[in-house]
């Protein structure tokens, strides 16, 4: 399980979801200066294989102070009533505005596997960015939803990692076996990761000292769409070493 704190002041707000605008209360709270709300996902019930209740997301507050028994009757009592607040949301990012706009601190209770999950996208969506921004930045930003595309379709097709194999990139290019969606997805893949350690070398990281392939693996791409605009042709790796 893990968590994520938070409340709704810019400063100590550390949930991975992005801060709202406005979001100190326009009101005073009628909720305790030390109420937090606790947001957590329902899990699926051992009893039934139905997944219904388990799609949205509950906020609750746990107790502030113990319960009592009542001398008389025996009865547990407590006066602690902001325990009996529950709220549900269909999505995580409305559940934490909610607790904003209440002007109270939160917790994010995520499921096991869901901050793993959550990482893995947030990895792609920077992935697709830089893809955009390169394909622009050679000419070729008419081709960003294609290699979305064929970037998305990696793990489906079991596309190898670029420079793995000891294949030169405009090997890779000019490989027959791949498919052209593959050659795409491996180049721009190997192409981002070239320079996420081109990053990492530049900061000193000394464990990332090494000739980057950066230019290479983009002469690559280039040779390979110049080879899709000529009928199909694809380049041999005589040719794609002398350009």
């Given at each position: 399980m893990n968590v994520i704190?938070?409340?709704?002041?810019?400063?100590?707000?550390?949930?991975p979801i992005l801060s709202?605008?406005?979001s100190r209360p326009d009101w005073d709270s009628s909720l305790p200066d030390d109420a937090v709300a606790r947001?957590?996902?329902?899990?699926?019930?051992?009893?039934?294989?139905?997944?219904?209740?388990?799609?949205?997301?509950?906020?609750?507050?746990?107790?502030?102070?113990?319960?009592?028994?009542?001398?008389?009757?025996?009865?547990?009592?407590?006066?602690?009533?902001?325990?009996?607040?529950?709220?549900?949301?269909p999505t995580l990012e409305a559940a934490i505005r909610h607790a904003k706009r209440l002007g109270v601190a939160y917790e994010v209770h995520?499921?096991?596997?869901?901050?793993?999950?959550?990482?893995?996208?947030?990895r792609d969506r920077?992935?697709?960015?830089?893809?955009?921004?390169?394909?622009?930045?050679?000419g070729l930003s008419e081709m960003r939803q294609t290699y979305r595309d064929a970037m998305a379709g990696a793990k489906r097709?079991?596309?190898?990692?670029?420079?793995?194999?000891?294949?030169?990139?405009?090997?890779?290019?000019?490989?027959?076996?791949?498919?052209?969606?593959?050659r795409r997805s491996i180049l721009m893949n190997w192409a981002y990761t070239e320079y996420l350690q081109d990053v990492a070398s530049t900061e000193g990281m000394p464990e990332n000292q090494r000739a980057s392939q950066f230019a290479e693996v983009e002469r690559a791409l280039l040779a390979l769409e110049a080879a899709v605009a000529a009928d199909g042709l694809y380049p041999s790796v005589e040719e794609g070493r002398a350009a």
């Open positions: 704190s938070g409340d709704f002041t810019g400063q100590s707000h550390v949930s709202q605008v406005g947001i957590w996902k329902p899990s699926k019930s051992a009893m039934t294989s139905g997944r219904t209740r388990t799609k949205g997301w509950k906020m609750s507050f746990p107790r502030r102070t113990g319960p009592w028994l009542e001398p008389l009757m025996g009865w547990t009592g407590g006066d602690d009533t902001i325990q009996q607040i529950d709220l549900s949301f995520l499921p096991a596997g869901e901050a793993a999950r959550r990482a893995a996208r947030a920077q992935a697709e960015l830089w893809s955009d921004a390169t394909l622009s930045r050679l097709r079991g596309d190898p990692k670029g420079g793995d194999d000891g294949r030169s990139p405009i090997e890779v290019a000019s490989d027959a076996s791949l498919s052209l969606e593959a």
